[in-house]
């Protein structure tokens, strides 16, 4: 009796431990096993000049952050259409580029600085069911490949050679779509994604209804299965981390912009824009460390 109970009780034990295995591998690992992104400051974003997106400049050495915002778009470019800007980014390897859109058409715009200071831009034409928004860029650390999204709900990131960087591209030719990243859960009016790691995006989300992830701004992560290239598609993971800060002298909808990651400081920052006539005293950059 001893040694059949002890057999059982090693059975029960075996399969306890088949269990626990089998879970671990099931259930996705959530965020507070990866870290939290602590707020630790902000700074106040200008209405007209810091109010869609930002970027940390690596290349050249020194170089300050750079913003976007309705006051930031070059006249020459607002009075052919192109008079929205959204959050732009800058490769370890000095390429800056802006993402625009216009009211109507079918096509956006990417406004290209060389590491030479020089500026291009290229055209993209809206592929079949493509949304025309052009709300934020997000280049792989390679710096051959850009991400790109749709405003709106969606299942999909866009992939684009990286206009400047990739050797396929060139200002009088067609900016075209190489492949697309799948996500295994939907995404509302994400407003910025950026790199930090080959295959992990942090994404601003301006989504006011919440029942995606159940909390309104969410701070998203994107965990993609590879590192995105013109070779084919990949699928991503996405995990709602934290609501953003929402604080203001005024109540009313705040606006959830652009994001940037800095792989030097290990800083993230999110633009959120306050409501009503706050938006001139209060609007801040709010900065994370992960801890």
Known sequence: M????????????????????????????????AGTWTEIGSDRADPLTESQGLASIEVPAGSPNRYTGIGTIPISDSIRGWNHV??????????????????SGNAK?????????????????????????????????????MLSGEWGTMNRLLVFPTPGENSGTS????????????????????????FSGPTTLLCSSDDSDGSLFGMTKPLLRIDLSAAPSGSGDVTGHVTALR????????????????????RRSGILRVIVVSPGICV???SKTYKFSLG
């Not at 959204?86 to 009211?103: I, K, L, M, R, T």
């Not at 030479?116 to 831009?121: A, R």
């Open 280 to 282: 001139l005293t209060d």
């Open 2 to 33: 001893l040694a059949s109970a002890r057999l059982r009780r090693t059975g029960v034990l075996a399969s306890l431990v088949t269990l626990a295995a089998a879970l671990s591998l099931a259930v996705p690992t959530s965020a507070s096993a």
């Open 86 to 103: 959204g959050d732009p980014d800058a490769s370890y390897e000095g390429y800056y580029v802006e993402p625009y859109q216009e009211d």
């Open 171 to 194: 200002p009088s030719a067609n900016l075209p779509q190489a492949a697309t990243v799948h996500l295994d859960h939907a995404v509302n009016d994400v407003q910025g994604c950026d």
């Open 243 to 262: 609501q953003l800060p929402l604080r203001s002298a005024c109540s009313g909808s705040f606006e959830v912009e652009g994001i940037d990651y800095d």
């Open 109 to 145: 715009m990417y406004r290209v600085q060389a590491p030479d200071g020089s500026w291009s831009e290229y055209v993209h034409t809206l592929s079949p069911g493509e949304a025309m928004n052009n709300s934020w860029v997000a280049i792989t650390p390679d710096g051959q490949w």
